[in-house]
């Protein structure tokens, strides 16, 4: 292995952990945003309580797609094969294919649509995570 593939490598984990915990911080805005959704039509749950929520009810079904795209980052980043530059790039692909908003789109996309209208803390972390996503692998 010469330096510069070693190099790449590193650069490739850092990117896809740089990405993860975007994506992490992203899914956190969005969660914290559903739970108080649902907190002012049923009233307060506790910790216990929006873990089963987030697991089984459907009003947080949506967000189980950016819990996937970090679970294959996490599994990505402990192989023991190296990452190949095609599946870091078709994973950012996914990324985008993901997070773009549609008002007039069903499912994942409507729903970020009316999260990103409705919560600045949405926006900015879509933006940070817009921001991994330009920014060379």
Do not use: C
């Amino acid at each position: 292995m010469t330096s510069n593939t070693l190099l790449q490598r590193i650069r490739q984990h850092q990117h896809l952990r740089d990405l993860r915990n975007k994506l992490l911080h992203l899914h956190r805005v969005l969660l914290e945003t559903e739970r108080i959704t649902y907190e002012q039509a049923r009233g307060r749950v506790s910790s216990g309580e929006l873990l089963q929520l987030v697991i089984e009810h459907e009003q947080f079904a949506w967000l189980h797609h950016i819990s996937e795209l970090i679970v294959q980052i996490d599994e990505m980043l402990s192989a023991d094969e190296p990452v190949s530059l095609d599946d870091v790039q078709n994973l950012i692909g996914d990324v985008r294919t993901l997070i773009a908003p549609s008002e007039v789109g069903s499912g994942f996309a409507r729903k970020y649509y009316n999260a990103l209208q409705r919560e600045p803390g949405v926006v900015l972390a879509h933006a940070e995570v817009s921001k991994i996503l330009t920014s060379n692998v």
